[in-house]
């Protein structure tokens, strides 16, 4: 079985309205950051606002001034224009929503379709950039979007695919173990799979991929309590989730690992 890939999710939560949110400022996103990677975390998703440019790039150079971690651009809401602007400050990935946005966060619903042709586009501007695409799947619906993608030979493998489960609204799906076996038994060969689960069964679907050769997704976005009441900082999400990993006999890949197992050249 291949090492475990870590990704941490360190951004704030838009789902738990008592969670204070703390990440806006690079200076404390780092410092939240930096001990998550040292712990395992090969990967470091991050957010900003959509046309928040600078904000960006400034994650970005702080990111990299600490950590070797490779750094994922989320915010799979932004337009083809908007991933043009920000792609320059050469993330290692983009995430790509392969089937529309129905979200319930906190004070408010999130709605928006992606379009075949969009998907087409960004994949373009993928290849373009040498980023590779970390592709957002909710249902077994969106492993049709990513077939339909790699017929058309527009994304090459392995695949990297973020299973999601338990969100709030409509893209919801339940964080069970049927619903993890049936989504992973539909998954396209060459696929390389991490999940993110928001509730409380977190840690059964968390520890079952990482059993079963899966790879994990954990931070303060997807599910910021350890347990319920327990808050944890992203050090100790990655940190438990590495420990299960040694207790299981499975290795915790570090990012030239990684970097190899997703056949990503260091930039």
């Known amino acids: 079985m291949d090492k475990l890939i870590i990704t941490n999710c360190a951004t704030d939560t838009s789902m738990y309205p008592e969670v204070p949110q703390r990440f806006e400022k690079s200076e404390a996103l780092i ?13 470091v998703h991050i957010h900003a606002p959509p046309n928040d440019f600078q904000a960006w790039e400034s994650h970005t150079k702080a990111i990299r001034e600490k950590c ?3 750094i994922q651009y989320g ?20 995430s790509v929503a392969l089937g529309a946005h129905n979200l319930a966060f906190s004070g408010r619903d999130l709605m ?3 379009p075949r042709a969009e998907l087409e586009d960004l994949m373009r501007l993928c290849n373009d950039h040498a980023v590779k695409p970390e592709f957002e799947i909710v249902s077994l619906g969106d492993i049709w979007l990513l077939r339909d993608l790699i017929e058309k030979g527009l994304v090459k493998p392995p695949y990297f695919l973020t299973l999601f489960f338990g969100r709030p609204g409509g893209s919801w799906s339940p964080a069970t173990i049927n619903e993890f076996i049936n989504r992973v038994s539909g998954l396209p060969e060459d696929s390389i799979y991490t999940i993110s689960v928001t509730g409380p069964s977190h840690l059964l679907l968390e520890t ?3 059993m079963s050769g899966g790879h994990v997704r954990v931070g303060t976005e997807d599910e910021p309590y350890l347990r319920p009441g327990v808050l944890g900082d992203n050090v100790d999400h990655v940190a438990r989730i590495a420990l299960i990993a040694k207790e299981f006999g499975r290795g915790v890949a570090s990012v030239s690992e990684a970097r190899e197992m997703l056949k990503m050249p260091k930039r």
Request: zero cysteines; glycine letters at 2%.
């Open 31 to 43: 410092q939240s950051i930096e001990p998550a990677y040292k712990a395992g975390a090969a990967i």
């Open 68 to 70: 070797d971690v490779m």
């Open 75 to 94: 915010i799979s809401i932004q337009t083809v224009e908007q991933r043009k602007a920000v792609i320059k400050f050469q993330p290692d990935m983009i």
């Open 112 to 114: 928006m379709l992606h």
């Open 208 to 210: 079952m991929a990482t």
